[in-house]
Every structure is written in structure tokens, then in C-alpha cells.
């Protein structure tokens, strides 16, 4: 599986606001709109939509430099109701991984989750993260590139 990553643009963030995780995992994830906006605020960020092989919309992934931390992190990755359990999730999670890998000064690269939310914490497992911190509500992961 394969996906494209693209900039969100004037042509494409309405479509972008429009996509929706189901009911039960509102809680795990901000909105697009939300993030979007925030993404404004924070010149380190990129916010990518995820698009399929055949050109359709299907998700959204956003990553940067962590201003806490300074370090790598994937701040937010979400796939629309309609398209889960298609692999455009973990086809997306690779290819930022990818990105941030072939960035000389990134050596992990975090991501934080809701403790609850298990398939994300299934899939993230399954990429090489290892939970770090656990909360009452948060997880914080790694993926130790191991460049040295």
C-alpha cells in the first residue's frame, strides 16, 4: 500500500475539515479544523494531508520538532471513518518515519496517544515505538532510529 502526503492548500483543507474518525474515538483526536489552525502557530509543524492511491482524501497527519522537547514528534495522525482498516494509517505513519529518518538531526522520533486508544497503540507498537511514559489518560512513545 501506498499513500501520497500533501500539503494542505486553499484547494483542499474544506475537504480536509470534512474527514471524520468514528463516534467512539472523538476523544483520541483533535479536529482537522483544530489542527489546522493550530499548525499556525507553530512554524516547525507540517500539516499533511493523506491521500490514497487513487487520489482520494483519506486522512491527515501533521509532525514537527516538539518545542518541549526539541525532538521529532508526530503530533496527530487520523484516518477517516470510511477508510480505516485499509493500512492508509500505518502506509502513512512509514512514510513520515521515512521523512524524519533521513532528517540528520533526528535520531527518535516521539508520538503521543490516548491510553485507551488501542489500536493506535497496537499499530504504533507494531512500527517499533516503545511507551515511555504512561499516565492516567496519556501515553508518550519512542522509535529509536538507532543512525549511531
Wanted: charged fraction near 25%.
Amino acid at each position: 500500500m501506498t499513500v501520497a502526503l500533501k500539503p494542505i492548500t486553499a484547494e483542499n483543507w474544506q475537504e480536509c475539515i470534512s474527514l471524520t474518525v468514528k463516534e467512539e474515538q472523538t476523544d483520541f483526536v483533535p479536529s482537522n479544523l483544530y489542527s489546522i489552525a493550530e499548525a499556525q502557530f507553530y512554524p516547525q509543524a507540517a500539516p499533511l494531508v493523506i491521500y490514497s492511491e487513487q487520489d482520494q482524501m483519506v486522512g491527515f497527519v501533521m509532525y514537527g520538532v516538539d518545542e518541549e522537547s526539541g525532538k521529532w514528534k508526530i503530533f496527530r495522525l487520523m484516518i477517516d471513518q470510511a477508510h480505516q482498516g485499509k493500512g492508509y494509517g500505518r502506509a502513512a505513519m512509514e512514510w513520515v518515519i521515512k521523512r524524519l529518518s533521513a532528517q540528520p538531526d533526528c535520531d527518535e522520533i516521539l508520538i503521543a496517544y490516548q491510553i485507551d486508544n488501542v489500536t493506535a497503540r497496537q499499530l504504533y507498537k507494531r512500527l517499533g515505538f516503545i511507551e515511555e511514559t504512561v499516565s492516567d489518560s496519556k501515553v508518550t512513545a519512542c522509535l529509536d532510529l538507532d543512525k549511531g
